[in-house]
């Protein structure tokens, strides 16, 4: 039997959904029409609709296995279930840094992204933006998780809503000819890599797990539907991209080309979803770093996120690009990551002695499965492009 879920708020199902797809929305959803570019529309197609279901599969693994765990974040759950003997509590640690530096390296380049819009718009120094960024998005999270529940719903309802417009404006334009590019296995590595980055959501399902009482029926509903309209948003986004942009793409800032295409009204409209495609992240990923701060030290949630976001926003302000070398070494950290996470998952269903959530899908082939997929990711993640 799973222990007992305790969470600070509970959430709507329209809130959990929108938690998940907060956190795929990020950087990757912009960069994958870049990456299109260099592979076929029908290969994005499929590639999205395979990245759909290996996503599916590793979020159903990981709600079950931090169910089985009372709704806590990795780290505890590898310490509860995967961790032996008196170096339990080593393990634990070492890979509470690891995995938490994974974690503040991505919400650092969130901050900088977030900030260089705010420069654009209103030509402040960069620390100044870097700084109003941090305080304005980190606001939310310090009220705690059902204030990022119902940001998130109304954010993620905000974007669906300019992807519409931006949809509509691209085709009162003269469209692109499709450009069909020819294969080359290191283009379509590297499209599936940023594919399953781009609509993957690790800390926020175990946010639904906890926000939803662990309620399995409602905790598969999310999971299924949420990452369903975060991968019809990853088409329609790299379809109106690739029909309306005029030029050749940047790799970094694809959907701001389209609204330059189309019109400065459009222009505005691309440059406020790109902020609110970073704060849904850095709202879903601050989050979760302060659990893993408050679940592991056991202090008070909120002092636990200061604790949390305060390196981030000093390594934003003091030089992440000095983190660029590491961010690569993470992708080493991710697969580690997966794998341990399938393995403390096999033993925690073989504990359990049931799977109200997975079910077959969380038997060994799917498994296996998860391992080769993570393992495929990450090399697309650091092979070159053809």
Known sequence: MPKTINSEAQLTTFEAISMIMGN??????????????????????????LAYVVNVILHLIIAELSFNNGGVQLVKSFEGELFKGRMKKVFSWIMFVVYGLAIMIGVSGNINGGA??????FHMPLWV???????IAGSVVFIGMKAVGIAQKYAVSFLMVIVVI????????????????????????????????????????????????GNPHKIRKSIFIGF???????????????LGTKGTLDKELAYMQLGESIGSWAMILAGIFSLFALLTTFWSNTLALRDVVHEQIGIGNRISWVIATIPCILFAIFGVSSFIVLTRIMSGVVVLVSIMLVLTYGKSRKKAGSSPICGVIGTLPFQIIMVISTIISAVGALIPLS
């Open 228 to 242: 369903a309209l975060s991968s019809i948003l990853v088409l329609i986004v790299t379809l109106t991209v690739l």
């Open 129 to 135: 933006a870097q700084l109003i960024y941090y305080l």
């Open 166 to 213: 931006m949809t509509a404006g691209t085709f009162t334009r003269p469209l692109n000819v499709l450009y069909t590019a020819p294969f080359h296995i290191n283009n379509l590595l590297a499209l599936y890599s940023m594919v399953v980055f781009a609509t993957s959501a690790n800390q926020a399902v175990i946010q639904v797990v906890k926000g939803l009482d």
């Open 24 to 49: 795929s929305i990020g950087t990757g959803i912009i960069a994958v029409p870049y990456l299109a570019t260099r592979n076929s529309m029908l290969d994005v197609v499929w590639m999205v609709g």
């Open 116 to 121: 260089q819009i705010f420069v654009n718009w």
